[in-house]
């Protein structure tokens, strides 16, 4: 070996080291700088005491001691960085990071800007929110996600065709919400009120996975994104409630009431132009802090199995039949919504490889007594949905989703009672969750397309 | 002979800061420093050395920038300030006192018998 050859060597091994190094977040890259400096000091000493450059590395490397004690010793100094911030404005570090991670923030400024404004334009053609609250109800997620969508699409670059079905499914919703003739006080209108959001919210997850919908970790990280914007987003809707409260006080207090500016300008604007921040927050922080979602999950999945096990003895127990309310199949369709939602974030966070655990099994008696609750509650309802009150949109509605969250659960509950068994490995779960993405936004398009001309617009 | 480490973690700042008094400094070539001055004897780590160069910058006894000399690589160099040098007449008073208190004691005691050498024999 020639003396530059173990040189070239000695390089690649220093690069080494510090991709290493980098890895602890106590250690910043000015320390790792500053430490690799001393590394090679000790290598130059080394190697001029007669020592190999590999031989010198080595012996340098190991006199600098464990990572661990170091990376502690560094943390009892600086242990504000065991608190990852995030850094909105980019890495001071590393300029090409800042001005990519700027340009995102005006792009999200612009969207942002845009959802505000987009919001307020009806207005210029005599729709005052104030008046016409049925328009707004349910036209509210056009004037928020396609923002969204626009700056989620802009930051991946998404190529022409998927622009032209963005514009397309954004343009089909306009006129699934508008062009029907609904009344104010119509049923259909408050489920198009609901159920378009959740179909536009998957066209904004088609602008998040661009270019490779059908893989099913893109779509995983599309459940991870919706996560971690549903807690941004409420995290910022409770500071704006705060600023809201601040700003009507004090102005208040000065003998202006900015009622109607607060209720007929910031808190639209705000709210839509808080969606899209709430997703740039998200894009932004990614891979800096960790996700809260499945620590929630985590928290909540052994109290909810323990509340609907409860439920499920006191039913026993007493023989009451469940009392089949009008609205009660809403409120099991919620249930079965946030065990959904439990088990989602729980396989969103977890290793695919990891060995079966006491945690996977928590799993599975939460998702059965969720089961076994439902098919009591559809047990009683069979037969009196059409019979008793007659089929309106509402209830079919209901139904609809509860057998499709049904069957979600139940082959989910399959699945984990295999994977428990090794059977099965969690990917299989993984993909069966990801792979049912479709199955929700067909039927909240159908409920917004085709539910309306079905029960002729009651 | 090592010296216990709690008394290198208590003389590391006036060591640090006296060294820097001598001249502007980079972390390895403070590490030679101490070692030479000790004749090995003081057992510094890296992860005892660089939180403690950072410590004194936070609290302004020293400055740092990335330079880099000729002929050589880039470096940190600490300087020190003069807050630093007020920090390290205020250390280097106390360890008078706490040598000065020590050096009394063990010369009494050197005075009656030497601390060296006691035979076995003498204590039984």
């Given amino acids: ?458 | 002979m090592k010296v216990a480490k709690d008394l290198v973690a208590a003389s590391a700042t006036p060591m640090v800061l006296g060294i820097l008094a001598e001249g502007e400094s980079y972390g390895y070539a403070i590490l030679r420093r101490i070692n030479e001055l000790s004749g090995g004897e003081l057992d510094w780590t890296e992860g005892l050395l660089y939180p403690l160069l950072h410590r004194l910058e936070r609290l302004g006894y020293s400055e740092s920038s990335w330079q880099s000399v000729a002929g050589e690589r880039r470096r940190k160099y600490y300087r020190i300030t003069d807050k630093g040098l007020a920090e390290l007449a205020e250390q280097r008073r106390q360890w008078d006192t706490v040598t000065d208190a020590l050096k009394e004691i063990w010369l009494g005691l050197g005075d009656r018998r030497p601390l060296t050498a006691i035979p076995l024999g003498c204590r039984a």
């Avoid at chain 1, 464990?66 to 242990?79: K, P, Q, T, V, Y």
């Avoid at chain 1, 800007?113 to 005052?128: M, N, Q, T, W």
């Avoid at chain 1, 056009?142 to 343009?171: D, E, H, M, S, Y």
């Fill in chain 1, 1 to 458: 070996m020639t003396a530059r050859e173990g040189q070239e060597e000695l390089e690649a091994q220093f690069e080494q080291w510090r991709r290493y190094v980098l890895r602890r977040r106590e250690l910043q890259p000015s320390d790792v700088d500053e430490l690799e400096d001393h590394l090679r000091g000790s290598v130059d000493e080394l190697i001029a005491a007669g020592l190999s450059p590999d031989e010198a590395f080595l012996v340098a490397v190991k006199r600098m001691g464990s990572l661990d004690e170091l990376s502690r010793e560094f943390a009892r100094e600086h242990s504000e960085r065991l608190w990852k911030q995030l850094v909105l404005t980019g890495d001071p570090d590393s300029p090409a990071a800042d001005t990519h991670s700027r340009r995102d923030m005006w792009a999200m400024v612009l969207c942002g800007a845009g959802a505000a404004v987009s919001i307020k334009v009806p207005e210029l053609f005599g729709l005052r929110l104030a008046d016409d609250g049925a328009f707004y109800a349910r036209n509210f997620a056009l004037f928020a996600l396609p923002w969204l969508a626009v700056f989620l699409a802009w930051r991946r670059q998404a190529r022409r065709p998927l622009i032209g079905t963005l514009v397309a499914l954004f343009g089909l919703g306009a006129v699934a919400a508008n062009a029907y003739p609904l009344a104010e006080e119509s049923k259909s209108l408050v489920l198009t009120s609901i159920h378009l959001p959740i179909a536009l919210w998957l066209v904004v997850g088609l602008a998040y996975v661009a270019d490779d919908w059908r893989s099913s970790r893109r779509r995983m990280d599309f459940i991870r994104f919706t996560g971690e914007w549903f807690i941004y987003f409420v995290l910022i809707a409770l500071g704006g409630g705060v600023l809201l409260l601040f700003l009507f006080h004090t102005f208040t207090a000065i003998g202006i009431i900015p009622q109607e500016f607060i209720s007929q300008w910031l808190l639209p604007c705000g709210a839509v132009a808080g969606a899209v921040v709430a997703g740039w927050l998200v894009e932004a922080k990614q891979s800096v802090v960790e996700n809260i979602a499945p620590v929630l999950t985590r928290l909540f999945t052994p109290l909810f199995t323990a509340a609907l096990l409860a439920f499920l003895v006191a039913v026993g127990w007493t023989s009451h039949g469940i009392n089949v309310e009008r609205e009660a199949l809403i409120l099991f369709d919620l249930l079965l919504v946030v065990v959904l939602g439990l088990l989602l974030y729980s396989i969103s966070a977890r290793d695919p490889l990891a060995p079966t655990g006491l945690f996977d099994k928590l799993q599975l008696a939460l998702v059965v007594s969720a089961l076994a609750i439902d098919v009591l509650v559809l047990l009683a309802i069979t037969g009196r949905i059409t019979d008793e009150y007659g089929t309106t949109p509402n209830r079919a509605a209901a139904l609809g989703e509860n057998v499709i969250l049904l069957a979600n659960l139940a082959y989910s509950a399959w699945l984990l009672l295999r994977f428990i068994r090794r059977r099965t490995p969690f990917a299989a779960l993984e993909r069966w969750q990801t792979g049912y993405l479709p199955v929700y936004a067909v039927w909240a398009w159908i409920v917004v397309l085709l539910f309306p001309p079905l029960f002729s617009y009651v």
